[in-house]
């Protein structure tokens, strides 16, 4: 989940803006978690059947 959605149970705004402690920790621990995880299960999957379908496609257009 982004934090841009997220709303801080301590100050009652959204993390994104950061008023807060709270909403200033959360909001770096999930820029530090890197660009995937904001995506479900599903999602990643998805994203791996359509690498490897790219990747099979290429070989065999090379072979």
Same mark, same amino acid.
């Given at each position: 989940m982004t934090y841009d959605?997220?709303?801080? #149970? @301590?100050?009652a705004a959204p993390v994104s803006? &950061?008023?807060?402690?709270?909403?200033? #920790? @959360?909001?770096?621990?999930?820029?530090?978690? &890197?660009p995937f995880a904001g995506l479900n299960p599903m999602a990643l999957?998805?994203?791996l059947v359509v690498l490897v379908t790219a990747l099979a496609?290429?070989?065999?257009h090379t072979a």
């Open positions: 959605r997220l709303v801080c #149970a @301590n100050c803006q &950061g008023r807060c402690p709270v909403c200033r #920790a @959360n909001r770096e621990r999930l820029q530090q978690e &890197g999957i998805a994203l496609l290429v070989a065999q």
